[in-house]
């Protein structure tokens, strides 16, 4: 295992800083990063846990770009005539080291915080903190680092079910200065399925309650990890652990799906029956993205940049009630954005969904469909379907799955990684493009486009990492 200098002029100490929080949640004192917060006393790393949930909310995170650029490159979503230039090179496919994906210092903050827990956990000698607590303190930030690395790896590099031993990330389990080179693919996803179990074992079912009075779902619990376990082994094509594992948060788990009768109006608020895991968003946060949220790129009377493709709008049968989530502009007939971000004190102030119930169904259905024993994909397919103002099919298909993945979890940042992983190119129609310049209307695959470019700063910084195939620094 490596330890790693991440862009050391940006964020240089982060191996030994640590946020000086109450609760994450809060409004105050903000989430900043202060060398005094001391780690010998179980309520200081608690506090430290907490920071570790912090970059998730970050505009280049869950906050907005992370869920905005699955749906936009992977052709749920299309810039709308209200455009101002935002993401103008993720929809067009033309990001280079230079204009690349944010994600990358913020994931590694989350990292580096996750294993600064970890490793004064191991060294408290408080006599306030029962093992129980500690144990889930841990729980919770083997679980923030594999989601990390798991969102890294799909971001920046090509997906494992096609090339396990290409480039894949640095690989840093403890927080010091050093140089790695890239670890392969099949590396990291080695090291989430490890820190995985590891929050499996560690976590209680039941999150740790928030001194704020906020989610429910906002710290991991043991159904959170079984439900990650179940996306990773999703993506890599190991198809009787993703059924597996997605039985066990659906047949255990204390979750509901929705249904047509609430479905409308669940989104944006504190967690409702269908989360398992969601980035709780609250004005006041260090992390905060004010106008940048991700409600707001939605929203058509806010910047409204983004808006549904009608290739994704004509997948919508008639009665089904997820329909009723799109709204449009009078002013703008044929243009429909998304409202699953409408914000709960105003629009810029959103939980934003990583992990539900729904999409267990549907790993469990698709895990089945390519030989997983013991599951029926119908069944699975249509609970879905009559939970959303459907009648059931009669049968069923992987078309059929990869379908329902798009009605039901468009805007939630599925899209572009559930081509990768399925080695499925983009097809856009080019009616639907409004930019007048070159633009990539179809994406084949492979094609080194999958994999985002490496950040030009880290490649200055670190002599031994090396660029994405298909990128000049």
Not at 112 to 141: F, M
Not at 333 to 361: C, D, F, Q
């Amino acid at each position: 295992m490596k330890s790693c200098r991440i862009l050391f002029f940006a964020i240089f100490g982060l191996a030994f800083l640590l946020p000086s929080c109450e609760d994450f949640l809060d409004l105050a004192p903000p989430l900043e990063m202060t060398t005094e917060l001391s780690l010998s006393t179980i309520a200081g790393l608690e506090e430290a846990t907490n920071g570790c949930y912090a970059p998730l909310y970050s505009t280049n995170w869950y906050g907005r770009a992370f869920p905005v650029i699955g749906d936009l490159k992977g052709g749920n979503a299309k810039a709308s005539p209200l455009n101002s230039g935002r993401f103008r090179s993720e929809y067009t496919w033309t990001n280079n080291p230079s204009s690349t994906a944010g994600v990358y210092y913020q994931g590694y903050i989350a990292i580096t915080r996750a294993c600064n827990v970890l490793e004064y956990a191991d060294k408290l000698e408080d006599p306030d903190a029962s093992p129980a607590r500690i144990n889930q303190l841990k729980g919770e930030s083997y679980f923030i680092r594999a989601l990390a690395y798991f969102d890294l790896i799909r971001m920046y590099a090509q997906p494992y079910t096609q090339a396990p031993q290409s480039l894949g990330l640095p690989l840093i389990v403890k927080s010091e200065v050093s140089y790695p080179s890239r670890a392969t693919v099949a590396e990291i996803y080695t090291q989430i399925e490890a820190d995985l179990e590891e929050a499996i074992a560690l976590l209680d079912f039941e999150s740790r309650p928030s001194a704020s009075n906020g989610s429910t779902a906002a710290f991991a619990n043991k159904y959170s990890a079984l439900a990650l376990r179940a996306k990773v082994a999703l993506y890599k094509g190991e198809w009787q652990d993703a059924a597996d594992y997605a039985n066990l948060v659906i047949t255990n788990g204390n979750y509901t799906l929705y249904n047509t009768a609430n479905y409308l109006t669940v989104w944006g608020k504190n967690a409702q029956s269908e989360i398992i895991y969601e980035v709780f968003g609250k004005d006041g946060q260090s992390y905060y993205p004010g106008f940048d949220e991700i409600g707001h790129i939605y929203n058509p009377n806010g910047y409204g940049d983004v808006c549904a493709t009608n290739d994704l709008m004509s997948l919508f049968e008639e009665n089904d009630v997820r329909a009723g989530l799109f709204r449009g502009r009078d002013d703008l007939p044929g243009y429909s954005w998304t409202w699953k971000y409408p914000g709960k004190a105003h629009s810029r102030e959103n939980n934003i969904p990583v992990l539900r119930l729904s999409e267990m169904y549907l790993i469990r259905a698709e895990a089945a469909l390519n030989g997983a024993g013991g599951y029926n994909a119908l069944a699975d397919y249509n609970a879905i379907r009559s939970n959303r103002g459907l009648t059931d099919a009669a049968s069923v298909s992987l078309q059929d799955i990869y379908n329902e993945r798009r009605r039901e979890l468009c805007f939630e940042g599925n899209q572009l990684w559930d081509l990768s992983r399925t080695g499925r190119g983009l097809d856009r129609d080019e009616n639907e493009i409004l930019i007048t310049e070159t633009f990539n209307i179809d994406i084949p695959f492979p094609d080194h486009r999958w994999a985002m470019p490496i950040p030009l700063n880290e490649i200055l910084v670190n002599s031994n990492i090396v660029q994405n195939p298909g990128y000049t620094d």
